[in-house]
């Protein structure tokens, strides 16, 4: 009998990526991979292209010239890949039963869902809200209900638009920590946003973007430390980068 080795999402490897809508070039020749650690981080100014990149390495937008392989395939279907937008939209019941509705996508069991949804209230810091019309919720809430829905699927890879956007400190920093927490497990965590603090707090590597371009990609350590371009430099000098 022959053993094959399960699939894996890592490393996600964009190649020479251009994504383009019209005549407009959104992502223009990326090269760069995403692989096992700590998070990565893609921050750059409104418009640089965080969004788009995010979408194209979680297979939803295909790029127009350039590939995309994940675990060394070019297609495989994204079981265990998720994402979070950055305005996630909860159905309008109650917050156990949108996680029940990502459980039952993500084919899971009947019998595992209590004590499965029980862990993933725990897990983003949720545990008596279950039965809560999850609209009701303030954005923090929502967005880790957002969180516990992507992570129903068990996945090894995790996309975040811009998780904390919107949010004052107390509940990004909630937001934060269940991010570290969901790290920790060992699920690879690439996240956008242009909040300098974020990317210094959770970044194990930095990806800076700047109108569709790779400008620099290195462990965050060095990136903060001595950013090697200028618009590197500027961004960390908190000078605003067009
Ligand atoms: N479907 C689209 N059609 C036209 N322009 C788009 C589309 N998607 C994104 N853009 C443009 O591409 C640029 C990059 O967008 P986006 O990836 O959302 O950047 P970011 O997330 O860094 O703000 C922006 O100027 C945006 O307006
Ligand atoms: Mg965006």
Known sequence: MTMRAPDSELPIVLDAVRYGVGRLTILDGI??????????????????????????AMGLLAPNSGRVTWGGRAQISPERRAIVF???AML????????????????IARSE??????ELLKLVGLTGFGG????????????????????????????????????DPAATKAIEDVIQAVAGRGIKVVLSTHDFGEARRLAGEIVL??????????????????????EARQFVAGELLL
């Open 31 to 56: 090269s760069l991979s995403f692989n096992p650690g700590a998070p990565t981080v893609l921050i750059g100014p409104n418009g640089s292209g965080k969004t788009t990149l995010l979408r194209v």
């Open 209 to 230: 973007l700047h109108r569709g371009r790779v400008i620099e990609c290195t462990p965050a350590v060095e990136f903060f430390t001595e950013p090697k371009t200028n």
């Open 86 to 88: 950055q305005r996630p």
């Open 113 to 118: 869902w209590r004590a499965r949804t029980d």
């Open 132 to 167: 809560r019309p999850a609209r009701r919720l303030s954005g923090g809430e929502q967005q880790r209900l957002a969180l516990a829905r992507a992570l129903a699927r068990d996945p090894q890879v995790l996309f975040l638009d811009e998780p904390t956007a919107s949010l």
């Open 92 to 107: 309008r019941r109650t917050v156990e039963a949108n996680i029940e509705y990502a459980l039952s996508s993500a084919g």
